[in-house]
């Protein structure tokens, strides 16, 4: 059943993906309504994003210039496209792990070469050594494609491992339940589901999770426990292919025919070696870089010790000079700032106990003007508008843990002041641009930017803890 939100105009396959969504934005979104396969919906030929209607297209042309190119499409066919995609992810994840994976993560993390490329080259080089894979990427550093796994490529990697499906140590990248065959609303395969535990499979319902998800959850964590999989479930939620069910499992290999003793003894040492030798050019190789590493840090570390030594007095007068200058600056931009929102929002000069009251607070630690100013949201609006007050603090926090959490995103940084949210849920109340100042936002011409380059975040976790605290009560 293929489900549309009245709100959204969003598309859900399941019933459980329409479920968590009324359950996240509440029952104001929980009206749906069942959708033909034929209906149509938009695709962007630039990003892939689908739209429903005409005004999604607008609004995502105007967030994406460069979404420009829209293909008519129905809902079925966005499903096909769906499973595609989950078809060729995992199609690109076994071919991954076919190859070797102590020789991909040497050309990876200490050669510093791409995945793709690395993976491509271990290949090409079956047998070889990680020489012979790096002459192979060095002879084909050229190649258009280096980095990528086109269907192509994938498709005659494929052949070739099965057709050497009889040799030592080739992965044949075959699927007993291939993903196309797999469909919205078919129950994980038998033998998926006799591996899975049903104590924890039934944990696992009651909490609110689709059996399909709980099983694939247990099954991918070996039933270590209802945590594991859990956090199985948070970290691919947002996989295409989240509520297709898990592939047939391939069947085991055949026996082979049992060595006799001298054989096996003959094998294990002639094996003893092969791993003895492969251990000792890895450490080897990984020593070497080591080695290399140390030099390097030791070098630079010197040479910024010998550069400090020289500069440290300047610097740190100059430093000093720079702060002093600079608290006082903001001082009195802030104190014109907040007797210019006074006149804006009353049209009066602000009387002298507000200005006093604004040198006091900013006087006190960042900490104490955070509660100062939450403090000041409460008693003017907690039992005034406590809808708006909630919706206040809830926005306030949203804008702190984006600013905590990613500290390097320049988009986290600028709060737009045309932006709706912003004036409907932040500007209206009294005390909530003050205490987006205190966290570090300073007001420009069209926005609120943060003005420092990296962002406070033990003062930003205090303002969570104490918002989180006010939100409870």
Known sequence: MVLRCSKTGRIFFTTEEATEHAEAFGKEYANFEEVSLDAPVWICV????????EVEIERLRRRDPSSQTFEKKTVKDLMELQKLKASQKDRQYKFLQSVDQKKLEVLTMIKKHGTNRSAKALYFTKGGNLEAAEKWLSEHAEDADLD???DAFLDSAVVESGAGSG???????????????????DPNPPEVKEKVNQ???????????????????LFKTDNAGIEHAVRWLTEHEGDEDIDLPLAKPAPPPPEKPKMSKEEAEAKAIELQKKLREKKAQEEKLSEKEKERMRIESTKMMVEANEKLKEEEKKRAFEQIQREKDEHE???????ERLRQDYIDRFGKEPPPEEEQQAEVVKEKSAKDQVVFFLNKLKKGYKDSNPEGFKTCLSTLKVYTKNLMDNPQEIKFKKLKLDNKAFQTRIMPYDGAIELLDVLGFEKKEDCLEQRKSIPDGWLCGNAIKFIDLMLSQ
Do not use: I, W
């Open 148 to 150: 990528q796994l086109t």
């Open 199 to 217: 104590e924890l499979l039934t944990q696992m319902t009651e909490m609110g999770f689709s059996e399909l998800r709980a099983e694939k959850a």
């Open 167 to 185: 040799g030592d140590g080739d992965v044949v990248m075959t699927d007993a339940s291939p993903p196309e065959e797999r469909k919205l609303g």
């Open 329 to 335: 600056r903001h001082r009195k931009e802030l104190k």
């Open 46 to 53: 630039e990003n892939g994003r689908p739209c429903y209607s």
